[in-house]
């Protein structure tokens, strides 16, 4: 079982639509959270940092947390085709083991016009 | 500009040759990464490095070697043991909790 697994999709949804995207981990040392939106061949560019269970927010994104339940969300209000990307969750120990990211799969969004 | 320089952008490799994939970086981080993606999957770590001098196996090192001898550069070497190279591969470097990542190299094996 891979310790951070993600709906690949593809997610097609019409534009202005409210887009849910969602990870699961299995791993309870994870305590920083990050959504990642990649382009096609580009390198991925960093959306939402979060440490906290709870929810973050900035513009149009919303990101989510829930340590107890070990999942976390992505929130897109207003989407618009420009979104349309693959989006990565990725996450790290807190403690001062391995700080490099464990990613999710990815999940394919295309929104249309 | 601040960033994470990758080249070259594309490489072809042969069936046995060595190839190195260069990553620098001018944002003074102290912790860079290599990782590997291939078509519709995550990203899995290849090699890190902390600090200069000083790197770290990821989950699927095997046929990869990288070197730190500078804090602005982290090389990594593609060998032939590497029985699957054809991939995209992203170097990333950090501060704090967050990681920055450069425009990849894609490697073709032909």
């Known amino acids: 079982q891979k310790e951070v697994e993600q709906d690949p999709g593809p997610l097609s949804v019409p534009e202005g639509a409210i887009v849910s995207l969602n990870c699961t981990y299995s791993n309870s040392a994870f305590q920083y959270f990050m959504w990642y939106r990649q382009y096609s061949r580009k390198g991925p560019e960093l959306l939402m940092y979060t440490y906290s269970s709870g929810n973050k927010e900035d513009g149009r994104f919303t990101a989510q947390v829930d340590k107890s339940s070990k999942y976390i969300s992505l929130f897109i209000r207003d989407s618009q085709p420009s979104d349309s990307a693959t989006y990565l969750c990725a996450m790290r120990r807190g403690d001062t083991g391995r700080r490099a990211l464990t990613f999710g799969s990815g999940t394919r969004l295309q929104v249309q016009p | 500009d601040g960033g994470i320089t990758q080249s070259p952008k594309y490489l072809f490799r042969k069936e046995g040759q060595n190839v190195t994939l260069s990553c620098e970086q001018n944002?003074?981080?102290?912790?860079m990464y290599w990782y590997r993606q291939d078509p519709g999957q995550g990203l899995r770590l290849i090699y890190y490095s902390q600090i200069v001098n000083d790197f770290q196996k990821g989950d699927i090192a095997e046929g990869y070697s990288v070197s730190r001898e500078k804090k602005e550069s982290f090389p990594l070497t593609v060998t032939s043991a590497q029985k699957n190279p054809t991939a995209f591969y992203l170097c990333?470097?950090?501060?704090?909790?967050?990681?920055?990542f450069g425009e990849g190299s894609w490697l073709t094996v032909v």
């Open positions: 990333a470097s950090s501060t704090g909790n967050t990681i920055y």
């Open positions: 944002l003074n981080h102290d912790a």
